[in-house]
């Protein structure tokens, strides 16, 4: 019950106030116990639909796994936060239990954000990390989960110090399933209308595994009504084997066609690997950052989502910063373009910008991106809201 009355409280907080009026590093371009729901089934709260086109005629905030900056990534408490803050879409990332379950982790291993070494010592992997694959979805369920952290000599460590304190209060990973409810049921208390925003993650990991994630969420979002361009939703990958695989195999055969977004990593990231001879080989990305391939993508993927500083050439010298180029290109060939993260803590606002308002500005109206991943969506929602008043 605890648990409950937090997201309850934290949902309706901003809308009182309403009715009262991975860590990235800054790169130039030129060098992500189940409580059953009500009796309604999936096909009662159907998502609404939207215009064919319709993202394409205003800029979009994407609630980077959920209101992050306030809340730990990913609870049902940072979820019901976002959609308060009058985001357009809320991200997932999604991994696969031991059972088959889709779950809401940022990685497919559980030790960054829950207690599970505590829990289960002895089932890490001989590199030490606890994947979410080998442990059922009921297990899952058992351990607590709190802000990212990582462990120094022993010490555990907040990776965003200024955040919600580790370990306070009671948050729980939960499936895919439990979250689109979530945003459906708001969506239909609300009478508003916030997409989903899932990234399908490690799927060359998950089907060497012997399990076909792709599939899995293709599946769950046909459940939930989500079925074509005029559902709002984006499925996201940096894999862009599997987006092809998606495209051309899976959504023609389970009668979908979804919107495809290709994330794009800096190959040094190592982020996704193809398999060789049972050997993991790292994909490159390098192909992704020249303008002239924006057509390849567009061939398979309806948007790009760049790592924010690929879309800008920097002369730290002269103080100035400009498009490269990479925004152009993508719109040339009718791709939409939503630039990961934008964070507002201390040492996460590049130098040429005076505060992260103006980093926003700056990305939306004079880079002229479509939309952005955000950890502080409410700001991004103000920078919006601010342009259209004037």
Same mark, same amino acid.
């Given at each position: 019950m605890k648990n409950l009355f937090v997201v309850s409280l934290v949902a309706l907080l901003p809308f009182a106030v309403a009715c009262n009026a991975t860590s990235e590093t800054e790169f130039s371009s030129s060098g992500l116990s189940r409580i059953e729901s009500s009796s309604l089934k999936p096909?009662?709260?159907?998502?609404? &639909?939207?215009?064919? $086109?319709?993202? %394409?005629?205003?800029?979009?905030?994407?609630?980077?796994?959920?209101?992050?900056?306030?809340?730990?990534?990913?609870?049902?408490?940072?979820?019901?936060?976002?959609? !308060?803050?009058?985001?357009?879409?809320?991200?997932?990332?999604?991994?696969?239990?031991?059972? $088959?379950?889709?779950? *809401?982790?940022? $990685? @497919?291993?559980?030790?960054?954000?829950?207690?599970?070494?505590? /829990?289960?010592?002895?089932?890490?992997?001989?590199?030490?990390?606890?994947?979410?694959?080998?442990?059922?979805?009921?297990?899952?369920?058992?351990?607590?989960?709190?802000?990212?952290?990582?462990?120094?000599?022993?010490?555990?460590?907040?990776?965003?110090? $200024?955040?919600?304190?580790?370990?306070?209060? %009671?948050?729980?990973?939960?499936t895919f399933a439990d979250e689109i409810e979530l945003i459906q049921g708001l969506n239909k208390?609300?009478? /508003?209308?916030?997409?989903?925003?899932?990234?399908?993650?490690?799927? !060359?990991?998950?089907? @060497?595994?012997?399990?076909?994630?792709?599939?899995?969420?293709?599946?769950?979002?046909? /459940?939930?009504?989500y079925i074509n361009h005029e559902s709002k939703v984006f499925v996201q990958s940096f894999d862009a084997n599997e987006l092809k695989r998606i495209k051309q195999k899976l959504m023609p055969q389970l009668d979908v066609n979804l919107r495809l977004v290709q994330l794009i990593a800096m190959t040094s990231w190592n982020e996704t690997v193809t398999y060789k001879d049972g050997e993991a080989v790292p994909y490159s990305y390098d192909w992704?950052?020249?303008?002239?391939?924006?057509?390849?993508? !567009?061939?398979?993927?309806?948007?790009?989502?760049?790592?924010?500083?690929?879309?800008?050439?920097?002369?730290?010298?002269?103080?100035?910063?400009?498009?490269? &180029?990479?925004?152009? !290109?993508?719109? /040339?060939?009718?791709?939409? *373009?939503h630039p990961y993260t934008f964070r507002a803590d201390k040492g996460k606002v590049p130098s040429y910008v005076k505060d992260f308002s103006e980093l926003l500005r700056f990305f939306y109206f004079d880079i002229g991106v479509d939309g952005v991943f955000t950890d502080f969506p409410d700001k991004a929602v103000d920078v919006l809201s601010s342009d259209k008043q004037n």
């Open positions: 096909s009662s709260l159907k998502p609404s &639909g939207i215009e064919p $086109d319709m993202v %394409k005629k205003h800029k979009i905030v994407i609630a980077h796994r959920g209101a992050s900056g306030y809340l730990p990534e990913h609870s049902m408490a940072s979820k019901a936060m976002a959609y !308060a803050m009058k985001v357009d879409y809320i991200e997932q990332d999604l991994v696969m239990t031991k059972d $088959d379950h889709l779950v *809401v982790l940022h $990685d @497919h291993y559980l030790d960054r954000v829950t207690n599970v070494a505590d /829990k289960f010592p002895n089932r890490s992997r001989k590199d030490g990390r606890y994947y979410a694959i080998d442990f059922t979805l009921a297990e899952i369920q058992t351990l607590d989960m709190t802000e990212g952290f990582s462990v120094k000599e022993g010490i555990i460590e907040a990776n965003y110090p $200024d955040r919600f304190p580790i370990w306070r209060s %009671k948050f729980k990973v939960h208390s609300t009478g /508003k209308n916030v997409g989903l925003y899932p990234e399908i993650k490690s799927p !060359a990991f998950h089907l @060497h595994s012997g399990k076909d994630i792709s599939k899995a969420v293709l599946l769950e979002l046909k /459940k939930y009504g992704m950052l020249q303008p002239e391939n924006m057509d390849k993508i !567009a061939q398979y993927a309806d948007g790009i989502g760049p790592w924010k500083s690929m879309l800008v050439t920097e002369n730290k010298k002269l103080k100035t910063v400009k498009s490269n &180029g990479l925004v152009e !290109a993508a719109h /040339k060939a009718g791709l939409l *373009v």
